[in-house]
């Protein structure tokens, strides 16, 4: 079992930018690929970004690339996104993922825990 918790949202006007981190319990989480998803209200699940457990592999949404940066540090147990030159259309709750398999995957139904997500707000 591995519990993520994430953290860093907030609000911040466009052009900013926020780091989300995202902790995780557990001795296996360096075995992990990790995501991050968004969920803007009133709108389905998206993908962001997501590093395999190595790090080796990265993958973005179009819609991020070049802004957003994800990272891990496995020794803390922790994936971070760093996210500049935030957009309003941004804002959306930003959940953590971890897939026991290892791999970089955009697909939300191949991981297999998730966090409770953290708000960002992003003013114009």
């Known amino acids: 079992q591995v519990q993520l918790v994430e953290s860093g949202g907030g609000l911040v006007q466009a052009g900013g930018s926020l780091r989300l981190s995202c902790a995780a319990s557990?001795?296996?989480?360096?075995?992990?690929?990790m995501g991050w998803f968004r969920q803007a209200r009133g709108k389905e699940r998206e993908f962001v970004a997501a590093i395999s457990w190595s790090s080796s592999t990265t993958e973005y949404a179009d819609s991020v690339k070049g802004r957003f940066t994800i990272s891990r540090d496995n020794a803390k147990n922790t994936v971070y996104l760093q996210m500049n030159s935030l957009k309003p259309e941004d804002t959306a709750v930003y959940y953590c993922?971890?897939?026991?398999?290892?791999?970089?995957?955009?697909?939300?139904?191949?991981?297999?825990?998730w966090g409770q997500g953290t708000q960002v707000t992003v003013s114009s």
């Open positions: 557990g001795r296996t989480f360096s075995t992990y690929a």
């Open positions: 993922a971890a897939d026991r398999w290892g791999r970089a995957t955009s697909i939300a139904p191949e991981y297999d825990y």
